[in-house]
């Protein structure tokens, strides 16, 4: 088989893997709140992982480069069999952390994979490692700090407002080309009436019930739909380019061969991602769901809302944090605002562990397939 194309089966493979423990981050709040089903859920959270993976050939332009030049020192060209035994050595630990659902980084698997395999084949004088601290360990470090920081922040306002919203909601009324208020009692306030178009109005009642309104109902729960969409969205940006840019690891080029093979390379890793996410997706959603702490909507909409809004600006910035330590991280400060009891520490530990040992599990296995590979390749 040719090299090139079993390294783009890796690639799709670890995609795949990728999406069967990272659609959880985004999407656990909605089941641990009671506002969704898992399937719902998955399903949302696949949707916007596709279409975040699927744009981030836009603007990933920075994140490739990292991931595929950035720690390597210039000139360095690496033998193909590296990028094979960084594919592999990152899939086999991501899809054995999701069977046994445990939520851990692919960011933190690649970097693993790829220092393990790196040195191995360069006897480490060929890595950058000033990059890989400040590129990537750095942030890596840094971000469960602040998402448990900000989240701690953040809820008492979302408390507040959701108190005052609790129960009620906005309805769009296209044929009355109305906007109007419901509170919690069912009573209703026209905030805004169309009278253009030539066409006459329908009168919005100021009584009614809340079930005979046709139209767009906006309500607390849409903010958290919302925010679990642009959570799933920013993984998506976020991850997909540091999985394709190892089609581009150690090559003497940073550019593409054609903005066919980008394109098709992208799509692919999305596509892949939606897959692992629909069908492996629900094992490490139910440990964030139900195994770290209880959520009521207020807290499971603080919680999404601080992995959506930081995960989506490290995107922006091309810092590589791991989605995985954001929303476990705000999640774990949501329950320390109830208290130390109400947050389950076996399961914290064991995540924190796994956390941990990714980097060097994630390494030895890609040094052992590196091995294997330059024996039979």
């Not at 089941?31 to 399903?43: D, E, K, M, P």
């Not at 906005?170 to 178009?197: E, K, N, W, Y």
């Not at 019930?209 to 849409?222: E, H, I, K, S, Y």
């Not at 958290?224 to 997909?240: E, K, P, Q, V």
């Amino acid at each position: 088989m040719d090299i090139s194309f079993l390294t783009f089966l890796l690639v799709l493979a670890l995609a795949f893997a990728n999406g069967t423990n990272d659609v959880s981050k985004a999407i656990a709040t909605l089941v641990g709140s009671g506002v969704t089903n898992y399937r719902t859920a998955i399903v949302w959270g696949t949707a916007w992982t596709i279409v975040g993976a699927g744009a981030s050939a836009l603007v990933a332009g920075a994140m490739v480069r990292t991931f595929s030049h950035g720690l390597l020192q210039a000139g360095i060209t690496l033998q193909p069999t590296v990028a094979l035994a960084v594919l592999i050595g990152a899939m086999a630990w991501v899809l054995f952390a999701s069977r046994t659902g445990l939520p851990v980084s692919t960011t933190h698997a690649l970097t693993g994979a790829i220092v393990g395999a790196g040195f191995i084949a360069l006897s480490g004088n060929g890595l950058i490692w000033p990059a890989i601290g400040t590129k990537i360990a750095l942030p890596l470090l840094l971000s469960p700090f602040l998402a448990l920081t900000v989240s701690i922040m953040v809820h008492p306002l979302v408390r507040r407002l959701a108190s005052h919203w609790e129960g009620a909601c906005l309805c769009v009324m296209p044929a009355s080309r109305a906007l109007v208020a419901i509170d919690a009692h069912g009573g209703t306030r026209t905030l805004f009436q169309s009278t253009s178009l030539g066409s006459p109005v329908v009168a919005v009642p100021l009584q009614c019930d809340r079930a005979g309104l046709q139209g767009l109902v906006v309500g607390l729960d849409t903010i958290h739909w919302i925010s679990s969409g642009l959570a799933s969205f920013a993984r998506g940006t976020n991850d997909a380019p540091k999985i394709v840019a190892m089609l581009l690891l150690g090559s003497a080029t940073t550019a593409w061969p054609s903005t066919s093979f980008q394109l098709a390379a992208f799509g692919g890793v999305a596509l892949a991602m939606g897959l692992g996410s629909y069908f492996g997706g629900l094992r490490v959603t139910e440990v964030l769901a139900e195994k770290v702490t209880r959520m009521d909507h207020a807290e499971g909409l603080t919680a999404n809302l601080t992995t959506s809004s930081l995960v989506f600006a490290s995107g922006i910035l091309g810092l590589p944090v791991s989605t995985t330590h954001v929303s476990s991280s705000a999640i774990i400060g949501i329950g320390l605002l109830k208290g130390l009891n109400a947050v389950r520490w076996t399961t914290v530990r064991d995540m924190i562990l796994a956390w941990v040992v990714t980097l060097p599990a994630s390494a030895l296995l890609a040094c052992t397939a590196y091995l294997i590979l330059t024996k039979i390749l």
